[in-house]
């Protein structure tokens, strides 16, 4: 039954992987990073996974989005990417939704969840996905990409840095991959790191910094960042 984790058990030990066995887990997004946090946390054998998205696979999501190809064309995200999740790890039990994230829908699709994973490609959710879990007490992974750079980093309510703590403004010309461009080798990677970081959290061995990569100026960083006295959305109580 475990043989399937063999490997991973030779790292993190029996017990962690019954945890990630026990884990529910929220992704918001289907396309790029959604399905590179997906493949990874199917593989690695979490028990629940919601997976939240509303848009269709388009010609030009598979130079990236690694779950689908050229038969998915048309298909919703979220079916497209379950039915072949399934072929990977049919033990994992998967939710599709064909919805999108709002103040309003995030309570009902969050329910039940340990921790969410951001696989969004713009601030305005991530705004209400950092509320949301604060808020309500619930972990979460940022990951944002853009041309070939990204970063990543778990906030874990009252204790981490949120993501107003260390994104005091965004401008309304955000980086996406509509207007800026993609490359496939950073969606891959922060995907992962994101997968790595929730499986990271649910183990108990959270990660505590912001890694921040460029692959087009060989730029690895991990940035420590501390939480703002003042945040609006985290704030109110001393720290450190
Ligand atoms: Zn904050």
């Known amino acids: 039954m475990l043989e399937r984790y063999d490997r991973q058990i030779a790292v993190i030990g029996e017990e962690a992987q019954n945890k990630i066995l026990n884990a529910k887990i929220l992704v918001v997004g289907a396309g790029a990073l959604g399905t590179s946090i997906l493949n990874?946390?199917?593989?690695?054998?979490?028990?629940?996974?919601?997976?939240?998205?509303?848009?269709?696979?388009?010609?030009?999501?598979?130079?990236?989005q690694m779950l689908f190809d050229e038969k998915d064309l048309g298909e919703k995200k979220v079916i497209a990417a379950t039915n072949k999740l399934k072929l990977i790890n049919s033990e994992v039990n998967l939710e599709p939704i064909v919805d999108r994230i709002t103040a309003d829908t995030i309570g009902k699709y969050a329910l039940g969840c340990d921790i969410i994973?951001?696989?969004?490609?713009?601030?305005?959710?991530?705004?209400?996905?950092?509320k949301y879990a604060i808020e309500n007490n619930i972990p979460w992974i940022y990951g944002g990409v853009a041309a070939a750079f990204g970063m990543a980093k778990t906030i874990i309510p009252k204790e981490t840095a949120c993501l107003k703590c260390f994104m005091k403004k965004r401008t309304n010309e955000e980086y996406t991959a509509r207007n800026s461009g993609i490359m496939n080798g950073i969606t891959a990677v922060i995907g992962a790191i994101e997968a790595n970081m929730a499986i990271r959290y649910i183990?108990?061995?959270?990660?505590?910094?912001?890694?921040?990569?460029?692959?087009?100026?060989?730029?690895?960083?991990?940035?420590?960042?501390?939480?703002?006295?003042?945040?609006?959305?985290?704030?109110?109580?001393?720290?450190?």
Do not use: H, W
């Open 117 to 130: 994973i951001d696989a969004t490609d713009n601030f305005s959710t991530r705004e209400i996905i950092n």
């Open 40 to 64: 990874s946390l199917v593989r690695a054998g979490v028990g629940f996974i919601r997976v939240v998205d509303m848009d269709v696979v388009e010609l030009s999501n598979l130079q990236r």
């Open 203 to 240: 183990i108990g061995k959270p990660s505590t910094k912001l890694i921040y990569i460029d692959l087009f100026e060989d730029d690895f960083q991990t940035i420590e960042v501390k939480r703002d006295i003042n945040c609006t959305v985290c704030g109110g109580e001393k720290v450190d």
